[in-house]
């Protein structure tokens, strides 16, 4: 018996930076299905796909895909630099930076492209998904659909159902999740939902023990990292996350709860500043000019 995931064959992912490009190549590659990537950038466009084929001339040397694999996965994607050029989508998953209006207007757009079947999943880490769906024609064909970043070695999608998701969208995007080979969880639609909720506030006190001079930012990772057994100290996460993620999300959600817990640490907003992003800037907390 056919389910209403299984009318989904073509997937258009909006937005081509790393985390885009990690939702794609796992559609394409996992689930098997056709992927447009949109962004308005050709240069970023290019930089994607050369991450992508990466990526898989990595898994095939790994043994874990052959070349007809890899070919198979590169013919399925597509690309375009305007959602006015996009092919038959089924499903969207927008994955642009934090930024509320510029996601809402993305909405606005694709509402007035795609067919009313089509569901727009946002992969927003914090922002509202009641506010973006208002921009939508459909609202009720709205969802938050939050990958982890790397996404095709992280095994979690948080799914996030606005106030006015359907629950027939809410269906599809969870077993749409599940063909993607993710483990799903469910989040009220609050600043943060769950993982940033609790993971945001621990980075951020973090950098305020560095500001403080508590310890140095290796002392600070090596302490969580043996004492409380995490793969990856809180300052490196942090610079792989991107500090400007960081930042806006401890933005959000100082903003939106009102609580000084989460006002964001005065060495986080100077890092930004100065354009020290983390790894994809090459420097962030710590230098990785030298790795580039």
């Not at 921009?135 to 799914?159: Q, R, S």
């Not at 600043?191 to 600070?220: H, S, W």
């Not at 907003?269 to 710590?286: E, F, N, T």
Request: aromatic letters at 4%.
């Amino acid at each position: 018996m056919s389910t209403s995931v299984d009318r989904i064959k073509n997937v258009c992912v909006v937005g081509a930076g790393q985390m885009g490009i990690g939702i794609g190549l796992v559609a394409a590659r996992v689930a098997k299905l056709n992927v447009q990537f949109i962004d308005s950038s050709p240069a970023q466009l290019t930089k994607g796909l050369e991450f992508l084929d990466k990526l898989l001339v990595k898994d095939v040397a790994k043994g874990r895909y052959t070349e007809q694999v890899r070919d198979e996965v590169k013919s399925r994607i597509t690309t375009a630099t305007s959602i006015s050029q996009m092919s038959s989508a089924d499903f969207v998953i927008e994955a642009v930076s934090e930024n509320a209006d510029l996601k809402r207007k993305i909405f606005a757009e694709l509402s007035n492209q795609l067919p009313p079947s089509t569901i727009l999943a946002t992969n927003t880490s914090s922002i509202s998904i009641t506010k973006i769906a208002s921009a939508a024609k459909l609202p009720e064909k709205v969802i938050g659909m939050h990958f982890m970043n790397p996404v095709p070695v992280m095994k979690l999608v948080e799914i996030i159902p606005g106030l006015q998701t359907s629950e027939e969208t809410l269906s599809t995007t969870l077993a749409l999740a599940q063909k993607m080979g993710k483990t799903t969880t469910m989040s009220q639609d609050v600043p943060g939902f769950i993982a940033n909720r609790l993971l945001m506030p621990y980075i951020n006190e973090a950098v305020i023990a560095l500001q403080e001079g508590i310890a140095t930012k290796e002392d600070i990772d090596t302490t969580m990292k043996l004492g409380t057994n995490n793969p990856m100290g809180p300052l490196t996460l942090a610079d792989f996350i991107g500090l400007d993620t960081c930042l806006a999300i401890m933005k959000v959600l100082h903003t939106e709860l009102g609580d000084t817990k989460y006002r964001p640490a005065v060495l986080l907003q100077k890092y930004v500043d100065a354009g020290w992003l983390g790894v994809k800037s090459g420097r962030g907390i710590y230098d990785y000019s030298a790795k580039m």
